[in-house]
């Protein structure tokens, strides 16, 4: 098992960073040693979660953080992108929990040791309960807080991180937390989507400041989320809802950091949605980056509607993954190229891509041909981009295992390796072993 790629491709240098992704409260577990999340709430919250599952053992990573890190070894990956959980490194007074701090610490250092690059996410949605319930991403105050951890934690951390990235995908922070209320903690007001999403801009920016004072070396910038959005048809109205479709869910989140402006369509914004702006905002949210971080699943199509900007379209005959995204690596290809025609970008590396499985372990192994596939396509799609002239520099595997899938609990599936959650053994999949060929092959 291997994955393909052209002859001479950057994607081959030794140069090009590989790794594998995960986020905090998706497998740490842990609970008893960090404050309660907005995420223990929203699971505690009858009917949100499809399996009515939580967060408190996940894949206890807590307690087999070390075992965790020889498999991401083992696998020969450059790079582990991990997450904070806020609520385990912060107490509520402001100051730092040092025991929260020391386990990630003794993380880092273990990595260090395995000559693995630490990319350290400070936010991947797990805000601390006590702070939302002071008006969470609604409260302005929350981006100076979230200033103030950054300042703290980059001290603490000293010169360990290989590389910071802020936010992770404020779109599903803002639009799926406090607009359309999938995700904690499941507000469903446009005017609360919109404001949260400034004050996670906003947030993103203050923690810039200190980044670059505490952690000039590390490489520092943000990961945002994109799916891509097409039209139905060529008619100009589908477009027309196409390109709205694209500033509202895509655009709002990139334009602010490298134009320093909302999309024009902005200004269709009713005025009880749109969020309060205080002068010198903009300026604050278009800090320079080190580089971006782009995560990529799935397209959307869109059609125009009477009455409403867009509506998405269900392609029915499309091959989709078992979370029922379409399968469409064109759009990975097009996302990256129209970026990079768009923005002024600074070097780019892919921080999530991955498919979801209906996994079943037999003797031992995992025959994942659906993500086998899924990531062949969509390293050739990379590759693409950078023969258009997008500079990207490294690519991480969304996950490292199967872990707690936010609305989905653990029904889903997105390791390239296995969990058995009853007994917590991993166990590598055939993509993850093809990833691992890939990586040693180079
Ligand atoms: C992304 C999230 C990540 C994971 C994947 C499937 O939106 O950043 O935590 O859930 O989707």
Redo the contacts with the bound molecule.
Sequence with gaps: MNYELPKGSRLLNKEFTYGVAT?SF?IEGGIEDRLPCIWDTFCATPGKVKDGSNGDLACDHYHLWRDDIALISSLGVDAYRLSIAWARVMNKDGSLNQRGVDFYINILDELKAKNIKSFVTLY?WDLPQHIEDQGGWLNRNTAYLFQDYADKLSKAFGDRVYSYATL??PF?SSYLGYEAGIHAPGLTKKAFGRQSAHHLLLAHGLAMQVLRKNSPNSMNGIVL?FTPAYPLTDSPADQRAAQLADDYFNQWYIKPVFDGAYPDSFALLADEDKPVIEPGDFDIIKAPLDFLGV?F?TRTVYRATEGRDFIEVDMADAPKTDIGWEIYPQAFTDLLVSLHQKYKLPPVYIT?N?AAAADQLHNGAVDDQLRLSYYQSHLNAVHQAVEQGVDIQGYFA??LMDNF??AEGYLKR?GIVYVDYNSQQRTVKNSGLAYKNLISNR
Aim: aromatic share 24%.
């Design positions: 986020s998706q991947h992770n995908e599903c989320n995560n699943y999530e991955g969304w996950s899938e936010w997105f």
